[in-house]
């Protein structure tokens, strides 16, 4: 990746049209667990999502290999697919930006007020 493609993100784009170009052989349910999948990931991101793809090329690999093992997405991701995207990302990247937003205004509320002592 050169510095142009980091800049403007173009990297990532080939990339995802690449996840979606496999996407579209994949089973209704899957697409639609796909785009679930998708929704729940990037809002744990950091600010520019590419820590998020590797995580996103494992999970389309998950959905390829049940799907055509012929399991059906329940069976892979069970019902609970927020859950299933949070375990994905781990604690460290569990948090959506309004979660880092609140902690920074708490640090800097606890900074401004320590100084009022």
Same mark, same amino acid.
């Given at each position: 990746?050169?510095?142009?493609?980091?800049? %403007? @993100?173009?990297?990532?784009?080939?990339?995802?049209?690449?996840?979606?170009?496999?996407?579209? &052989?994949?089973? =209704?349910?899957? +697409?639609?667990?796909?785009?679930?999948?998708?929704?729940?990931?990037?809002?744990?991101?950091?600010? %520019? @999502?590419?820590?998020?793809?590797?995580?996103?090329?494992?999970?389309?690999?998950?959905?390829? &290999?049940?799907? =055509?093992?012929? +399991?059906?997405?329940?069976?892979?991701?069970?019902?609970?697919?927020?859950?299933?995207?949070?375990?994905?990302?781990?604690?460290?990247?569990?948090?959506?930006?309004?979660?880092?937003?609140?902690?920074?205004?708490?640090?800097?509320?606890?900074?401004?007020?320590?100084?009022?002592?």
């Amino acid at each position: 990746m050169n510095f142009l493609e980091k800049i %403007t @993100g173009s990297d990532m784009t080939k990339e995802m049209k690449g996840f979606e170009a496999r996407v579209k &052989v994949l089973p =209704a349910e899957y +697409q639609t667990a796909w785009k679930e999948i998708i929704s729940n990931l990037w809002v744990r991101g950091d600010f %520019t @999502g590419r820590n998020l793809m590797p995580i996103l090329d494992s999970a389309l690999e998950l959905l390829e &290999v049940t799907s =055509a093992d012929g +399991q059906s997405v329940e069976e892979v991701l069970g019902d609970d697919i927020i859950g299933f995207c949070t375990a994905l990302v781990g604690d460290e990247g569990a948090k959506i930006y309004r979660d880092k937003w609140r902690d920074q205004l708490n640090k800097n509320v606890v900074r401004k007020l320590g100084g009022l002592k």
